[in-house]
C-alpha cells in the first residue's frame, strides 16, 4: 500500500482497501469474506447464498437487508414468527432443520451485486458436511450461488436451485409472492 492509502475492516469480515486516488464510487477493488456457517447436529437443509452483501455484512448477519425477501419466506416455509431478533430467527432457523452458509469464503466485490463477484474462493463445504452429516440437502439461493456451486463442487447430495431472495425483481419473480411459488418446495424437505 502506498501512503495515502485508506485500510480498514467491514464488521470485522475480510480487509477492505481503498485506494482514494483511483476510487470514484465507495466501494472499489474491495475483499471481503462470509460469515461462518450457522448449523447445528439437527441441521437437514442447508440454504447457501453466494456472498452477504454491503448491508449485511455491516448488520453483521446473514440476510441484513430489511428488504430482502429471506426472512418472510422463512416465516412461511416454517409457519413461525420471524418479526423478532437476528438470534430469535438463527434459533428457528435451527429448531427447523435449517443451516445458512455461503458458497464463496471470500471475493472481490464493488456493491453487493451478484455479478460484481470476482476471485472468488469457495468455503470448505466439503467438511462442513463431513461434520454434519444429517445434512441431505442444499438450496442453492439464486444464479450466481448456483454457477459458484457447480464450479467448486462436485457433491452427490440432493441439491434444489431456488430464485434469489434478494429484492431486484426478475423475469420470473417480481415480488415475495412469486417467490413463494418456488420456496414452498423445501417443504417436502423439512
Not at 119 to 148: Q, W
Request: with cysteine.
Amino acid at each position: 500500500m502506498q501512503q495515502g492509502d485508506l485500510n480498514f475492516s467491514l464488521a470485522c469480515h475480510g480487509e477492505i482497501w481503498l485506494n482514494k486516488k483511483n476510487c470514484t464510487e465507495r466501494w472499489c477493488s474491495v475483499r471481503i469474506s462470509s460469515f461462518n456457517p450457522v448449523v447445528c447436529g439437527q441441521t437437514k437443509i442447508l440454504i447457501l447464498g453466494s456472498m452477504p452483501s454491503v448491508k449485511s455484512l455491516e448488520e453483521n448477519m446473514y440476510y441484513g437487508n430489511p428488504r430482502n425477501h429471506f426472512w418472510e419466506l422463512m416465516a412461511r416455509l416454517l409457519c413461525v414468527d420471524m418479526d423478532t431478533g437476528y438470534e430469535t430467527r438463527i434459533q428457528r432457523l435451527l429448531e427447523g432443520g435449517i443451516g445458512l452458509w455461503d458458497v464463496f469464503e471470500s471475493c472481490q466485490r464493488k456493491g453487493s451485486l451478484d455479478q460484481d463477484i470476482k476471485e472468488e474462493v469457495p468455503n470448505n463445504l466439503v467438511d462442513l458436511l463431513g461434520r454434519y452429516p444429517n445434512i441431505e440437502c442444499i438450496v442453492l439461493n439464486g444464479s450466481k450461488a448456483a454457477k459458484g456451486f457447480d464450479k467448486h463442487f462436485k457433491l452427490n447430495i440432493h441439491t434444489i436451485r431456488l430464485p434469489s431472495t434478494s429484492p431486484i425483481p426478475t423475469k420470473y419473480c417480481k415480488s415475495l409472492d412469486d417467490k413463494w411459488e418456488y420456496w414452498k418446495v423445501l417443504r417436502a424437505e423439512l
